[in-house]
């Protein structure tokens, strides 16, 4: 999984706690993304990073605030978790380094998240 | 609205034969156009991409074919085999340096032995 390591890998929790998933990458690369996976929907970008402090938001960013103070750990918060966000959750991590010229990006191993 | 269309939602294929998925878009500004292969309990895992001025790239048994005019490409699977029993998905970027991907919502395929 490309150095990509993300915790908890599993996590079941009430309606209304603050939950924070955390990617860790030991690749050194500057890009970070955090993606939820849902039946139907394929991955959906929710936020990525493209530095230390430096974030912007995705295709579905409400209810999510993601945080990076170093470059290795990217961390994902759902303030008050509700249930429609009981989905699998990806961390992503990728370099302008690769060949093509784009930002290839590859995954972690996932975390299944669900809110009761 | 799923920005990029993928079909068909499931797929069996015969060992030996191939395995063609669809995907379609409507937005000319994607300029990056990767396949993921994703098995169960694992990430997705990068497996090919293009670029718009391509039409065609070849990787091994995996090709994509790129139709600009008709917003629309594919994967290719040759020889499928067992193994090859994943979800894919396609995926565009529409900010020039493939950040922001949007997928499509997946073909499980199912290569019978």
């Known amino acids: 999984d490309a150095g990509i390591t993300q915790s908890p890998r599993h996590k079941v929790t009430e309606t209304g706690t603050p939950v924070t998933l955390r990617c860790h990458q030991t690749?050194?690369?500057?890009?970070m993304y955090w993606y939820r996976q849902d039946p139907g929907h394929g991955l959906r970008l929710i936020h990525y990073?493209?530095?230390?402090?430096?974030?912007d938001k995705g295709e579905v960013s409400d209810g999510y605030s993601v945080s990076r103070s170093k470059t290795e750990d990217f961390l994902l918060t759902l303030e008050s978790a509700t249930s429609s966000q009981t989905s699998v959750y990806f961390c992503?991590?990728?370099?302008?380094?690769?060949?093509?010229?784009?930002?290839?990006?590859?995954f972690g191993p996932g975390t299944r998240l669900t809110v009761l | 609205q799923q920005q990029v269309k993928q079909s068909p939602q499931s797929l069996i294929v015969q060992k030996g034969g191939i395995s063609i998925i669809n995907c379609a878009y409507e937005?000319?500004?994607?300029?990056?156009f990767p396949w993921y292969q994703q098995f169960p309990g694992k990430g997705p895992a990068l497996l090919i991409a293009?670029?718009?001025?391509?039409s065609e790239k070849k990787e091994g048994r995996f090709t994509i074919s790129f139709n600009k005019s008709a917003k629309q490409f594919s994967l290719h699977i040759m020889d499928s085999q067992p193994g090859d029993s994943a979800t894919y998905f396609c995926?565009?970027?529409?900010?020039?340096?493939?950040?922001?991907?949007?997928f499509g919502a997946g073909t499980i395929l199912r290569v019978k032995s």
């Open positions: 937005n000319t500004a994607f300029d990056y």
């Open positions: 690749e050194n690369h500057r890009y």
């Open positions: 293009i670029r718009p001025d391509v």
């Open positions: 995926a565009a970027s529409v900010d020039g340096y493939g950040n922001k991907l949007v």
């Open positions: 990073s493209y530095g230390v402090k430096d974030t």
């Open positions: 992503a991590i990728s370099s302008s380094t690769s060949g093509s010229g784009y930002n290839e990006q590859f």
